[in-house]
């Protein structure tokens, strides 16, 4: 199915990791041009430019909380390519370790924040400055299922990531609209999210060996297998198209096999005797 992508600018943020080199690849296959942005993991995304083809990519390293990497990254696509056709949000943060909302520190809490959230507004914000200039383009920002049903020991990352998944694509997708605007052979600018559930990536996968972790968390999901992340690709490159996604914004796609929640209280927690 034809795309459109072919030669089409996309930014991919935390391109290192197993989702973001997963949709790094399948924006390759599809003839895109790409920009692989990492920070501490540089080498991984040199060895990811290597596979795709360093000529139609450009390895950049940036710490996108701070807003000088953040320009200097989108200056050196705007040398290398002369605009950004598509923004893909995907960087961001995630300690395994849980902390209710009591014992949590404001240092972390912060520390999230800034990972998940200001590292989008800082990338949007450039983003939306070169679609003013070129009055067209379109985002993707990258969220979590946390973000539609919350996470117990984690309301730094769930916040973080709700405010990506509704505040501010809701919001952005009324002002690319205003920028970018709809024209007789331009669908407009558009502003969509992705929230993933499990993924097997190498961040879970020391997890996703235990058995018991396996079924708890696929106990609520209609699809009884964990997420690829080739599954979270395949959206990204969809909601991307002009051609195949032209008439959808605003919305946040959940990927993860039908999942309705999370289970609560393990079994052995329950007393049937007073529930």
Not at 13 to 41: C, P, Y
Not at 227 to 252: K, M, N, W, Y
Request: hydrophobic share 45%; net charge positive.
């Amino acid at each position: 199915m034809e795309t459109g992508l072919r030669e089409k600018v996309i930014v991919v943020t935390g391109a290192s990791g197993g989702i973001g080199s997963a949709i790094a690849r399948m924006f390759a296959q599809e003839g895109a041009l790409l920009v692989l942005h990492a920070h501490k993991n540089l080498a991984a995304a040199q060895r990811l430019a290597k596979e795709l083809g360093t000529e139609r990519t450009l390895v950049a390293r940036a710490d996108l909380t701070r807003e000088q990497d953040v320009r200097r990254l989108f200056g050196q696509v705007g040398r290398r390519f002369g605009r950004v056709d598509t923004l893909v949000a995907n960087a961001g943060s995630w300690t395994s370790e849980e902390a209710l909302l009591p014992q949590m520190s404001l240092t972390r809490w912060r520390r999230i924040q800034d990972a998940v959230l200001t590292t989008a507004f800082l990338c949007l914000r450039a983003f939306l400055r070169c679609v003013q200039r070129q009055k067209q383009g379109n985002a993707v920002l990258i969220a979590s299922t946390a973000a539609v049903f919350g996470e117990a020991g984690h309301a730094d990352y769930a916040a973080a990531k709700a405010a990506m998944a509704y505040g501010l694509t809701r919001t952005l997708k009324n002002e690319i609209a205003r920028i970018a605007p709809h024209t007789r052979t331009y669908c407009g600018g558009r502003v969509n999210c992705v929230c993933p559930g499990w993924t097997v990536v190498p961040r879970t996968a020391q997890q996703l060996q235990e058995r018991a972790t396996v079924r708890r968390v696929t106990a609520t999901m209609a699809l009884k297998q964990i997420a690829r992340p080739e599954d979270i690709a395949a959206a990204v490159v969809f909601l991307s198209s002009d051609l195949l996604a032209r008439h959808v914004t605003g919305q946040s796609l959940v990927v993860a096999g039908g999942m309705e929640g999370r289970l609560l209280w393990p079994p052995h927690e329950i007393d049937p005797d007073i529930a």
